[in-house]
């Protein structure tokens, strides 16, 4: 009854957030799992405290608990009565449906010990397998056949209709493939390009005259991770308060941002704090790129690849409430708002 017996009881003291609003569970502590539901029905009390030292309990309620909490008891269901009528299904719609008479004098022939005796005649012919291998050629024992006519010591690749040879680089070089095709590089950043493979991820951009940080005698750039963020979508912030001042937009200015939200929150979970804490491929200096730098990354998010169609956080903080995102499927490279609360991909960049 709404005064009965107490089974059960726990204290909690959340806070509120901006909207006067809190979200609690009931049932974490100890001795909820040993309420016997099936035994009567139960009420449930709430006394709320909101003057300090929260010892004086000003709001009360009690409520009869309903039908959700027995499903719990029919886990353990005491007893079933009448009759269970079970009939097997028909799996007309099943793949099982094709399966041949032939088709199992196959399966049987397969099964058991490998003595020997088992007829693949039926599944590949012989004729099939020597055509096959009459096309390859093996020029050293314990290596890949290679297309007939090789060359020892050349290197093919299938370019979606023949075998092309790749012309022999010079030592020291290395390979790279460019729009699918192989060219030999000597890894000098001026021989690379977007979309390349470089200290730990993919070449995003070059800085151009004009950029922060240009140097029209050394190369500079983004690289940004080869894949987003395990966690999935993250969060900017877990709630909507606390201005951290990180406001840069420039190309250039999204480790400053990382860096002051990193100030303001601390070790909170959240889309700047993956990037700060991540180490890809032998490189730790990763942060949440700024508005301007996750821009160059849609622009040339084909190249780069990896990415997923919906919207992903940047570094630029808006206002209190609100951060720029970017979304990479409409083809629009405007600048979305949204609250920090948000959960949104992330691409973690670094730069060279």
Sequence with gaps: SPTGTVVYTETQTPTTNAYGLISIE???????????????????????????????????????????????????????????????????????????????????????????????????????????????????????????????????YWNGTSWVTVAAGI?????????????????????????????GGIIAYFLVSGDPGYNVNVRHGLIAADADSELGSINWHISNDGVTGATGTAIGTGNANTNAIIALYGEEENAARYCYDLVRNGYSDWYLPSKDELTKLYINKVAIGGFDNPVYWSSTETGLLEAFSLYFYDGSIEPNMYFKTNTLLVRAIRSF
């Excluded at 009869?64 to 079970?86: F, R």
């Excluded at 005649?121 to 090789?150: H, Y």
């Excluded at 290395?174 to 200290?199: A, C, E, H, M, R």
């Design 26 to 156: 009931i049932g974490g502590e100890t001795g909820f799992d040993a309420i016997n539901w099936g035994a009567n029905i139960y009420f449930i009390e709430t006394k709320t405290a909101v003057v300090a030292p929260l010892t004086t309990y000003t709001i009360t309620g009690a409520n009869q608990l309903l039908s959700v909490p027995y499903a719990l008891n029919a886990k353990t269901a005491e007893s079933i009565t009448g009759t269970i009528t079970e009939t097997d299904p028909v799996y007309s719609g099943s793949q099982a449906a094709n399966i041949t008479a032939n088709d199992i004098t196959k399966l049987s022939n397969l099964s058991g010990t490998n003595t020997g005796d088992q007829d693949l005649s039926g599944l590949v012919t012989t004729s099939a397998v020597t055509t096959a291998l009459n096309l390859k050629v093996d020029k050293e024992a314990g290596k890949d056949l290679a297309p007939n006519g090789t060359v020892a010591g050349q290197m093919h």
């Design 171 to 199: 030592n020291g070089q290395i390979l790279k493939y460019k729009n699918g095709v192989p060219t030999w590089s000597d890894g000098n950043i001026n021989d690379l390009s977007i979309g390349d493979s470089y200290q």
